[in-house]
């Protein structure tokens, strides 16, 4: 790929047409080496690494560059040196769906840093699918992938999947809102797919109505009115793997 290819990756409507994302970073390309090991499709990504970059040892495709051409390509003002371009469809469901055990569905989530935390937390406890509504951030946005800690290579993403078509999915919904009942009860874990909505409007009731969510509770002691929308998901997450390994 050109480097001013991958120069447009930064931007979503590029990435949709390549078909590739930027990984960037130490630290997340060794992620993306073990993920490899696991998912074959990981393969087909390249590395580009700059001169003065050391030594690499890897089974990818390698290519050097130049220190200002790596500062050209990188979304970070002190480029580490080191980035890769991924595929898409190497990080996309329906990978990995043999162990899947629950289906987390973002409906129009746009926080970066909230989605790459909840990506980190569900590949911490495993078996589970990140389902995204039309309107939310794209995933393989550089900030999503970066707060995402190589968590993005190790679980399964649909995109543009809307609330209504859910209902030939799956057969049984749960969604949070305050009046429900208690997180730990026993039917909690019983459900296939967790709703979320967007950090400030939620989910439409009547969408979850039509759905016949159940709705579950965080119970609080506190005097703030909602959870940031990453805790809420990762505390549930751990109550189900808490449930299932009862």
Same mark, same amino acid.
């Given at each position: 790929? *050109? $480097?001013? =290819?991958?120069?447009?990756?930064?931007?979503? *409507?590029?990435?949709?047409?390549?078909?590739?994302? %930027?990984?960037?970073?130490?630290?997340?390309? %060794?992620?993306?080496? *073990?993920?490899? *090991?696991?998912?074959?499709?990981? +393969?087909?990504?390249?590395?580009?690494?700059?001169?003065?970059? #050391?030594?690499?040892?890897?089974?990818?495709?390698?290519?050097?560059?130049?220190?200002?051409?790596?500062?050209?390509?990188?979304? !970070?003002?002190?480029?580490?040196?080191?980035?890769? &371009?991924?595929?898409?469809?190497?990080?996309?469901?329906?990978?990995?769906?043999? =162990?899947?055990?629950?289906?987390?569905?973002?409906?129009?989530?746009? =926080?970066?840093?909230? /989605?790459?935390?909840?990506? @980190?937390?569900? +590949?911490?406890?495993?078996?589970?699918?990140?389902v995204l509504?039309?309107?939310?951030?794209?995933?393989?946005?550089?900030?999503?992938?970066?707060?995402?800690?190589?968590?993005?290579?190790?679980?399964?993403?649909?995109?543009?999947?809307? $609330?209504? !078509?859910?209902?030939?999915?799956?057969? +049984?919904?749960?969604?949070? =809102? !305050?009046? #429900?009942?208690?997180?730990?009860?026993?039917?909690?874990?019983?459900?296939?797919?967790? &709703?979320? #909505?967007?950090?400030? @409007? #939620?989910?439409? @009731?009547?969408? $979850?109505?039509? %759905?016949?969510?159940?709705?579950?509770?965080?119970?609080?002691?506190? &005097?703030?009115?909602?959870?940031n929308l990453? !805790?809420?998901?990762?505390?549930?997450?751990?109550?189900?793997?808490?449930? /299932?390994? $009862?």
């Amino acid at each position: 790929m *050109k $480097l001013d =290819d991958i120069k447009k990756l930064h931007q979503k *409507k590029y990435r949709a047409e390549l078909g590739c994302f %930027l990984v960037e970073g130490e630290h997340l390309i %060794l992620e993306l080496q *073990k993920a490899a *090991k696991t998912n074959p499709l990981l +393969a087909a990504a390249t590395l580009y690494a700059s001169d003065s970059y #050391g030594e690499v040892e890897t089974d990818f495709e390698l290519l050097r560059i130049s220190d200002k051409h790596m500062q050209k390509i990188s979304d !970070t003002k002190s480029p580490q040196g080191i980035v890769a &371009v991924v595929p898409m469809s190497a990080v996309a469901a329906p990978l990995k769906t043999a =162990d899947e055990k629950h289906t987390i569905y973002l409906h129009e989530i746009q =926080d970066p840093g909230n /989605l790459g935390t909840i990506l @980190r937390t569900l +590949a911490w406890f495993g078996g589970f699918k990140c389902v995204l509504s039309p309107s939310s951030v794209d995933p393989y946005n550089p900030k999503v992938v970066r707060a995402s800690m190589g968590a993005i290579f190790h679980v399964p993403i649909e995109l543009d999947i809307s $609330l209504p !078509t859910l209902q030939t999915r799956f057969d +049984a919904f749960a969604c949070l =809102d !305050t009046a #429900g009942t208690a997180l730990s009860a026993p039917q909690f874990s019983r459900h296939q797919c967790f &709703v979320f #909505g967007n950090e400030a @409007r #939620g989910v439409p @009731r009547e969408q $979850l109505a039509e %759905l016949g969510a159940e709705s579950f509770s965080i119970q609080g002691n506190g &005097v703030l009115e909602s959870l940031n929308l990453a !805790t809420a998901v990762n505390m549930c997450a751990y109550e189900l793997n808490r449930s /299932l390994n $009862l």
